[in-house]
Nanobody
Framework: QVQLRESGGGLVQTGESLLLSCQAS????????MAWFRQAPGKEREFVAG????????QYSDFAEGRFTISRDNAKNTVYLQMNSLKPEDTAVYYC??????????WGQGTQVTVSS
């Protein structure tokens, strides 16, 4: 059973940065594709960024491209999301997710990010 725990959320002002972390336990982290999603109040959950198990191949949504960076440290079983130039519309609960080689998906509990204008 894979468990994911996000941290690093908080309240920041427009233009500031945050580094989200997601630590995994159980299973084989280095074989998982990892991704970040977010869900704002009253909206559907949406993809933010994802990376291949090696960390070399990454994907970003249009709103994240150029501002957010996903990375991973397989030695620490951790995936990161560096968020720069934050905007009020980035306010959401951010979730970490892992996909195993068998196609099983696991989700963390989420961490709240609030950007004030």
């Amino acid at each position: 059973q894979v468990q994911l725990r996000e941290s690093g959320g908080g309240l920041v002002q427009t233009g500031e940065s945050l580094l989200l972390s997601c630590q995994a336990s159980g299973g084989s982290f280095s074989s998982y594709a990892m991704a970040w999603f977010r869900q704002a109040p009253g909206k559907e959950r949406e993809f933010v960024a994802g990376c291949h198990y090696s960390g070399r191949n990454t994907q970003y949504s249009d709103f994240a491209e150029g501002r957010f960076t996903i990375s991973r440290d397989n030695a620490k079983n951790t995936v990161y999301l560096q968020m720069n130039s934050l905007k009020p519309e980035d306010t959401a609960v951010y979730y970490c997710t892992a996909r195993t080689l068998y196609g099983d998906d696991y989700w963390g509990q989420g961490t709240q990010v609030t950007v004030s204008s």
